[in-house]
């Protein structure tokens, strides 16, 4: 899960399961990534059977392509903001991979994205989401016409991040960079940031809350979240970092 950078608002900061061997039969519920299932098992000299289970989302995502997990980002539309007319576009592979990657090589962005490198590796990074399940969608920001950021708007109930806080169905996550360093320090991050959680929350209408995961050194970041709305709801140990969980919440969208 890439850090999200909107520090570009004030300054230059910007599972596989493991393989088993086959157990002896158990009963009770086991554990997977999408919730428990149960083993039942009668007949201890009988071969183990098992009674799945499968929460909803988990059909859903195996329709991701099909259902659109997120409601199809590119039908968004564009919103007029304080600082113009900002729309998400879905990235595209063949027109876009040249920008993103210049992007991903800013000294400022890869600091905290850590995606830094050879093209590849920054196709890599947007094919898995391209040609996934659906659960995430690479967009850019596009301000009166012109492409100045990067956004991964994505399901958050279905992310590993909902193994590190209280989750609830349907929370969106955002990730963010501002690209060109011309762009930043100007308020841009935290005008954006609102923007793109009222349009999640106007167009996923079963999302209450917008979530994010800024790396807890980035205090410019952390701050635009703040000055987008959203508040500051606790620490998490995530894999690759300790970050600062930030909620925006459909309840408090007028009052912050």
């Not at 167009?203 to 980035?218: G, T």
């Not at 979240?225 to 140990?237: K, Q």
Request: charged share 25%; with cysteine; proline share 9%.
């Amino acid at each position: 899960m890439p850090p999200t950078d909107a520090s570009a608002d004030t300054g230059p900061v910007p599972a596989q399961p493991d393989s088993a061997a086959p157990r002896a039969a158990t009963a009770g519920p086991r554990n997977s990534a999408f919730g428990h299932f149960t083993v039942e098992d009668d007949d201890p000299d009988s071969e183990d059977t098992l009674e799945l289970c499968l929460p909803a989302e988990f059909v859903a995502l195996r329709a991701g392509a099909t259902t659109g997990l997120l409601g199809r980002p590119a039908t968004w539309g564009p919103v007029v903001t304080p600082v113009g007319s900002f729309q998400l576009m879905p990235v595209r592979l063949d027109q876009d991979l040249s920008l993103v990657h210049r992007w991903m090589n800013d000294p400022a962005v890869a600091e905290f994205w850590e995606l830094a490198g050879p093209r590849n590796r920054t196709e890599e990074h947007l094919r898995a989401q391209l040609h996934g399940d659906g659960r995430s969608v690479p967009c850019l920001g596009v301000l009166d016409g012109t492409p100045m950021s990067y956004w991964e708007i994505y399901r958050a109930d279905l992310d590993p991040l909902a193994r590190h806080y209280p989750v609830r169905p349907h929370d969106t996550g955002i990730h963010l960079l501002v690209g060109d360093a011309a762009d930043r320090g100007r308020g841009l991050g935290s005008v954006l940031l609102r923007a793109v959680a009222d349009l999640i929350l106007d167009r996923r209408p079963a999302c209450a809350r917008v979530v994010a995961e800024p790396d807890l050194r980035n205090t410019p970041s952390i701050a635009a979240f703040l000055s987008a709305g959203f508040r500051f709801a606790a620490e998490a140990d995530l894999p690759d970092k300790r970050a600062a969980l930030m909620i925006r919440d459909r309840v408090l969208r007028d009052v912050l």
